[in-house]
């Protein structure tokens, strides 16, 4: 059974800070005065609504302290913008990155939120210049936006994916540079068939674009607890079930966590 907690109280209150960093990742804290494997991504590394997510499990099949980094709701711009954040992944023995979201980022077409990167700020006069009938006001996220310019005309989004992508691509390298640590590269692809899935994902020639900065990279494919039957064993408050729906659930986590072990015991 699924355990529904009354009120806004669940496991995303299971946060903490480290050092000067503004961005709560994951708790408990870890001590980092040992060595240690760093796990740094979005929700899914977070393990939004799962009592053990894969960075957890990961530590237990591998019997190394695994710190797990995953912050909602931040990508590229974020982890760019927190030296502290950055600094602890670079002291770890291995830095197991999860692919942030593509449209997660500033770039030439609109500005996002410098912490929360899935909010839309302000777009820029090219998009606007692209795209004269939308009203930019209405929307606060990017997600929101990317699906509807999208939907809107196809042949002008391609110009929009492929600034992304360009954004993307160029400050990726500059995170793993800044790393400097081996780094473990994790692409996960979710299948979502009720929202048809991320509306600008990352590709999988993307991400044979990047493999040669990261000493290995894992792709996984993998579905929603609403569509693989997984909410059995998530925390959620009883307005939180849509978002639950979204996230992934425990068995999910597992497969991920068996996955790692093998392709980190392979780099040993």
């Known amino acids: 059974m699924s355990y529904q907690i009354p009120g806004a109280a669940s496991l995303d209150e299971m946060t903490c800070f480290y050092g000067n960093s503004r961005l709560p990742v994951r708790g408990p804290r870890r001590d980092l005065d040992t060595r240690y494997l760093a796990c740094l991504g979005g929700a899914e590394t977070f393990g939004r609504f799962v009592p053990a997510p894969f960075v957890e499990l990961l530590e237990r099949r591998l019997r ?17 913008g927190d030296p502290d954040l950055v600094s602890i992944a670079k002291g770890a023995d291995l830095c197991v990155l999860q692919l942030p979201c593509l449209h997660q980022l500033s770039n030439r077409f609109y500005r996002v939120h410098p912490r929360r990167n899935d909010r839309f700020l302000k777009a820029s006069e090219g998009l606007s210049a692209l795209y004269p009938e939308v009203d930019f006001t209405e929307f606060h996220f990017t997600g929101h936006l990317i699906m509807h310019l999208k939907a809107s005309d196809m042949e002008r989004f391609a110009a929009v994916q492929a600034e992304l992508q360009r954004a993307w691509l160029s400050r990726m390298q500059g995170l793993i540079s800044c790393l400097d640590t081996q780094v473990l590269l994790l692409r996960l692809q979710k299948i979502d068939e009720e929202t048809g899935g991320d509306p600008a994902p990352i590709s999988v020639e993307m991400l ?18 609403g569509q693989s039957m997984e909410l059995g064993d998530m925390i959620f408050g009883t307005m939180q079930q849509p978002s639950a729906e979204h996230m992934l659930g425990a068995v999910t986590h597992q497969l991920i966590a068996d996955k790692l072990a093998r392709a980190i015991r392979d780099l040993d």
Do not use: F, M, Y
């Open 208 to 225: 044979e674009q990047i493999a040669p900065h990261a000493q290995a990279a894992l792709d996984i494919t993998v579905r929603p607890a």
């Open 64 to 80: 190394r302290k695994a710190v797990n980094l995953g912050s909602l709701n931040c990508g590229l711009d974020a982890w760019l």
